[in-house]
């Protein structure tokens, strides 16, 4: 069994080192997220335990994203504008949680506001941008990492390359994007999905 892809909602365990790189670079993650509509991307998945599962991503803001792994894995997330749900059709289970319940929010909401709550992480190369994000209030919410790499023909001069996430349990995951592309048409039904309890709805 895969370990629970929530962890992609959660970050690192290192100490924020804050305050080593621009403080433009913030502005320059914000007005990025705020220039991004939809995106498409492969990706790849890496646990606690090193183990590695690829798929592609779909988002499309406000509120809507999507994770489907490759085939032979039994699972997928969405999230639908209002809720974030993991689906096991293995087991025919299926958990949600409110989006503003997660970091992953940062990329869901273009109205959000990140310099309360995102702080910059040094990386040593002038081309590349990373912040670290959490809610104070929330401790349980967990952390996320976002890497971005600059690029001229991104949206607002930036890449993003993925983000290293930890849970409240200590279960660390890595995303790796690849192939990102901005801002093309992603129709809503992308977002639906097809409930494996035997009493619940269909083709959510």
């Not at 892809?5 to 924020?16: S, V």
């Not at 804050?18 to 502005?27: E, F, N, R, Y």
């Not at 952390?143 to 023909?153: A, L, P, S």
């Amino acid at each position: 069994m895969f370990a629970r892809p929530l962890a992609l909602t959660l970050a690192l365990a290192t100490p924020a080192l804050v305050a080593a790189a621009p403080a433009g670079d913030l502005a320059q993650v914000q007005q990025h997220l705020q220039s991004v509509s939809t995106m498409t991307a492969g990706f790849s998945q890496t646990d606690r335990n090193g183990r590695v599962v690829t798929g592609t991503m779909t988002l499309k803001r406000p509120g809507k994203i999507r994770f489907q792994y490759e085939k032979g894995v039994p699972q997928l997330i969405v999230a639908d504008g209002n809720s974030l749900y993991f689906i096991d059709y293995q087991v025919r289970q299926v958990d949600r949680w409110p989006i503003g319940n997660s970091p992953l929010a940062v990329l869901l909401n273009p109205k959000r506001d990140i310099t309360k709550y995102a702080k910059l992480q040094p990386t040593g190369d002038p081309g590349v941008v990373s912040i670290e994000v959490h809610d104070p209030g929330h401790p349980e919410y967990g952390r996320i990492t976002m890497v971005f790499q600059k690029n001229g023909t991104a949206p607002g001069g930036l890449m993003l390359q993925g983000w290293v996430a930890l849970d409240s349990q200590n279960n660390r995951t890595t995303i790796r994007l690849s192939n990102q592309r901005f801002n093309a048409a992603v129709a809503d039904n992308a977002f639906r999905w097809n409930d494996p309890r035997p009493q619940g709805p269909r083709g959510r």
